[in-house]
């Protein structure tokens, strides 16, 4: 019997043990020391290391190109020319950004156009050489800008404002008096809006570097002939009779309209000038 319930006694202690042990090492778990941290505090980690990759994914830069191009063509029809190189744009994922249309020439029949495309930056070369296709060129040129460093430039800066705000957060949500938390609100709506300026440069620049652009100005050749002007051989035997006489009373009108405004003349200066002939050819006579 002593052995029995001696061994019972010994039982129960293990039990007990082991039941302390398991109930510190949860402690240590919860408290952070020697073991795995809590859920909250990891998720929260994860979420700062993926902020950080993705900011580091901004910083690098490749290559940016900003292309840009202009081609002057003369066509026999601005109308249909523009269509077509509409046409070729859409069909290479561009689109028409703005335009403008104009008439020149004495009569107003030379039509001028010029249109602005955007057009995918891998696309533009393309673009640019069946631009040139549509009529005679006559001037046609394209450039090419690197802003890599611009973008990196504006990443780096963009990381630093970003890295100062979250600061700014953490001072704001520790601030104890009025005072304090007046100046960090000043301080971070001014880093906040130099942010959204940043940003917003950044996407323009991203913008021009995912499409070019393309100006391409058309004028239309002008015509020998007017369309409502036929030549002279081409005119009926009775209407080049009615234009002669026209033309013949014109000649008449004009030639009395010129004695009209000769006449004052005349008789101011030509009645003395004769009077003084006549007197002088009957003196030499005598």
């Known amino acids: 019997m002593e052995i029995r319930t001696k061994s019972v006694v010994i039982l129960a202690l293990l039990v007990m043990l082991a039941g302390c042990g398991g109930i510190a090492s949860q402690d240590s778990a919860l408290s952070g020391g020697g073991g795995e941290p809590p859920a909250g505090a990891a998720d929260s980690r994860e979420n700062a290391k993926a902020e950080q990759s993705a900011e580091s994914d901004d910083i690098s830069v490749e290559s940016a190109i900003v292309r840009a191009g202009d081609v002057h063509t003369r066509v026999s029809n601005t109308t249909q020319s523009r269509e077509r190189i509409t046409s070729i744009v859409r069909a290479h994922g561009g689109t028409v950004s703005a335009s403008s ?3 020149a020439g004495r009569d107003g029949q030379q039509h001028r156009s010029e249109i602005v495309y955007r ?9 640019f050489e069946e631009t040139k296709a549509v009529g005679n060129v006559s001037h046609a040129r394209s450039n090419s800008t690197d802003v890599s460093d611009q973008l990196t430039d504006l990443n780096a800066r963009l990381k630093n ?16 008096d009025t005072e304090a938390v007046l100046s960090v609100s000043e301080k971070l709506s001014a880093v906040q ?6 940003e917003a440069k950044q996407a323009a620049l991203k913008d021009r570097v995912a499409y070019s652009t393309l100006t391409v100005e058309l004028t239309e050749r002008p015509s020998t002939t007017s369309p409502d002007q036929t030549a002279w051989y081409e005119t009926g035997i009775v209407a080049a009779f009615l234009e002669s006489v026209d033309g013949v009373a014109t000649v008449f009108r004009a030639l009395v309209v010129g004695l009209a405004y000769l006449a004052p003349y005349l008789l ?3 009645v003395p000038l004769l009077v003084i002939g006549v007197s002088l050819r009957r003196y030499r006579t005598n």
């Open 268 to 270: 101011v200066f030509g």
């Open 119 to 127: 057009v995918p930056a891998e696309n533009f070369t393309t673009v």
């Open 161 to 176: 404002l970003r890295s100062q705000r979250d600061r700014l957060r953490g001072l704001y949500s520790n601030a104890s």
């Open 193 to 198: 809006s130099e942010i959204e300026r940043l």
């Open 101 to 103: 249309e104009s008439f």
